[in-house]
């Protein structure tokens, strides 16, 4: 069983910058994809971006060029470094693991951009 745990949310105002961290309670070696959710009230949750265990990278396209995804298979862990950030990324964010057979997830951090 692979647990998933956020860090790093909190409030920020516009144009900060927010690291989110997601550490796992075993090797991510077989996790093939991981990848950032989020869910602003009253929406649906929605992909942020996507790093895969070769390294290439996807990201929603609201998100590119402020934010960066990386993971860390020796340590276990994945980040997502949020630069320039708007009022619009106000939203609970969720770590994936994709798996051949499952899904994980966390259980969310908050991240709230206001001045």
């Known amino acids: 069983q692979l647990q998933l745990v956020e860090s790093g949310g909190g409030l920020v105002q516009p144009g900060g910058s927010l690291r989110l961290s997601c550490a796992a309670s075993?090797?991510?070696?077989?996790?093939?994809?991981m990848s950032w959710y989020r869910q602003a009230p009253g929406k649906q949750r929605e992909l942020v971006a996507t790093i895969i265990s070769g390294g290439l990278t996807n990201y929603a396209d609201s998100v590119k060029g402020r934010f960066t995804i990386s993971r860390d298979n020796a340590k276990n862990t994945m980040t997502l470094q949020m630069n320039s950030l708007k009022p619009e990324d106000t939203a609970v964010y969720y770590c994936?693991?994709?798996?051949?057979?499952?899904?994980?997830w966390g259980q969310g951090t908050q991240v709230t951009v206001s001045s």
């Open positions: 994936n693991g994709r798996s051949v057979t499952r899904d994980y």
């Open positions: 075993r090797s991510i070696g077989n996790i093939y994809a």
